[in-house]
């Protein structure tokens, strides 16, 4: 019940291509769905965070696609840069913990 | 706004010895702060939650004893490693919440830990 299934493990991309990134969660009681860019050595940062109560959010190049029947969440980065080369986490939580999704390593070619 | 650090960014020490890393939430005060672990090239793993003034909440298969927290403010947390061994060696992160910010973590830079 506590599990955050991510795929792919990792991705490559093509310079101005779409990266999407997948994830699923199975507990109901989640409401609070962020997604985390983190650079190699570094802090993990927060990207873009979706609730429940919507199916979709959009910040800049960042989108979040939410299926709550489905328990499964997305995010699409538009427009793919090399400066998006990181890996990416997805979580799933409550006021109470964050459970981490294990990661995409993106990599974007010019 | 919202900016967490940690102290030190690196660490080594040697086995046995006990080490601390210190938690801080620079502009805002903090009403919840959790530690992580995370191993090259693999996820965070929530290791305990705290608040200040109470004990802390530790997760499943975590030791009490060897991963101490303090949480003495509502903006400084502190966790020490005890009688570290080199299988502690770890990237460890913390992050906080601020109120009225919801579910929302702000992540500190992290610590790299080695122990020889």
């Known amino acids: 019940q506590q599990q955050v299934k991510q795929s792919p493990q990792s991705l490559i991309v093509q310079k101005g291509g779409i990266s999407i990134i997948n994830c699923a969660y199975e507990n109901t009681a989640f409401d609070y769905f962020p997604w985390y860019q983190q650079f190699p050595g570094k802090g993990p940062a927060l990207l873009i965070a979706?609730?429940?109560?919507?199916s979709e959010k959009k910040e800049g190049r960042f989108t979040i696609s939410f299926n709550k029947s489905a328990k499964q969440f997305s995010l699409h980065i538009m427009d793919s840069q090399p400066g998006d080369s990181a890996t990416y986490f997805c979580a799933a939580g409550d006021t109470d913990k964050l459970i981490f999704g294990t990661g995409t390593r993106l990599q974007v070619f010019p | 706004g919202a900016v967490v650090s940690q102290h030190p960014s690196r660490v080594i020490c040697k086995s046995g010895t006990s080490v601390k890393i210190e938690c801080r939430s620079l502009d805002f005060q903090a009403t919840t702060m959790f530690w992580y672990r995370q191993f090259p090239k693999k996820s965070l793993m929530l290791m305990a939650t705290s608040n200040e003034g109470s004990k802390a909440t530790y997760e499943q298969g975590v030791e009490k004893d060897k991963f101490l927290i303090n949480h003495a403010s509502l903006t400084l947390s502190t966790l020490t490693v005890t009688s570290a061994h080199p299988e502690d060696s770890s990237f460890y992160i913390c992050s906080a919440t601020r109120q009225g910010d919801g579910n929302e973590q702000y992540f500190g830079p992290g610590t790299r830990l080695t122990v020889t």
């Open positions: 979706i609730r429940p109560d919507v």
